[in-house]
């Protein structure tokens, strides 16, 4: 049997950090809100959303907070020091909406 772990997200972007070592780009983490109607209550989800390489010199150079963005990628689980699981995104494909951006896979 077949299966995959992806997931597509279309949503805003709230914050986002760059991780640098030796002055040399490592890794960007957005934070991405996806916004909903549930029982006529607006309801906001967050997702961790983690890049590298290209992706990444991407998103450092060219996304801010509150662009429209479409990410692909993969869920994984991830544990802190009280032992709680978070679910932070793999990213593989990036789209920058709001003016009509770029693509980097």
């Known amino acids: 049997m077949l299966t995959f772990n992806t997931i597509t997200i279309c949503g805003h972007v709230g914050n986002r950090r760059i991780f640098e070592r030796g002055g040399e780009l490592t890794m ?27 992706t990444a010199e991407y998103a450092a150079d060219n996304v801010e907070k509150g662009d429209a963005v479409i990410v692909e990628g993969s869920v994984n689980d991830r544990k802190d020091e009280q032992g709680r699981v978070w679910k932070d995104v793999h990213c593989r494909q990036l789209v920058k ?6 693509r980097v896979s």
């Open 97 to 102: 909406t709001a003016t009509g951006g770029g």
């Open 28 to 54: 960007v983490k957005l934070s991405v809100a996806t916004n909903r109607k549930r029982d006529g209550n607006d309801e906001t989800t967050w997702f961790d959303v983690l890049l590298w390489g290209k």
